[in-house]
């Protein structure tokens, strides 16, 4: 068997008092550069994935989480041209700072309702379901 390259990617579902999720989309130039994506990034060797979403967050929209305000929801694994991709995803309802783009990219406050109308990454897909029934 061929030898597969395992990714190993924390995202995380902000979810603000009105229920609407954070959705930031991928800036030109970086892979699948368009869609929209739960924030978030690799897991760094060392780190647990809650150290990862941490750091990610403050890196790509400034705002300072804790860890016991992240809570996971599900995973995600797809399996890409050249690597397999496991993510699980995080909720977080609480955090310090105002969400700002650090890296260029796009931001959107998305309700329930709409949020299918914000081309996604193949991975991130499968995890609106689970997102909507904590939505509801
Ligand atoms: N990815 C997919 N959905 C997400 C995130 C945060 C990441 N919600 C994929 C895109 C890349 C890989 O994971 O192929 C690594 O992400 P990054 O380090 O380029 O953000
Ligand atoms: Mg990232």
């Known amino acids: 068997m061929a030898d ?15 229920k609407r999720v954070l959705l930031a989309q991928r800036p030109e ?9 739960f924030p978030g990034g690799k ?3 060392g ?21 016991p305000c992240l ?8 399996a890409y041209e050249t690597f397999h991709l496991l993510m699980p995803l995080y909720i977080c309802r609480r955090w310090e700072g105002l969400a ?12 329930a309702s709409k949020l299918r109308d914000y081309p996604m990454p193949p991975a991130d897909i499968p995890l609106l379901p689970h997102l909507m029934d904590l939505l509801l």
């Open 4 to 18: 597969i390259k395992l990714t190993l990617v924390v995202a995380c579902a902000l979810i603000d008092a009105d």
């Open 47 to 67: 780190e647990r994935p809650e150290q990862t979403l941490i750091r990610e967050l403050h890196e790509e929209i400034g705002i300072t989480v804790s860890e």
């Open 43 to 45: 897991i760094e060797p």
């Open 100 to 111: 700002v783009a650090r890296e260029g990219q796009n931001l959107a406050w998305v309700r």
């Open 29 to 37: 130039g970086k892979a699948l550069a368009g869609l929209w994506e």
């Open 71 to 78: 809570a996971p929801l599900t995973f995600a694994s797809h």
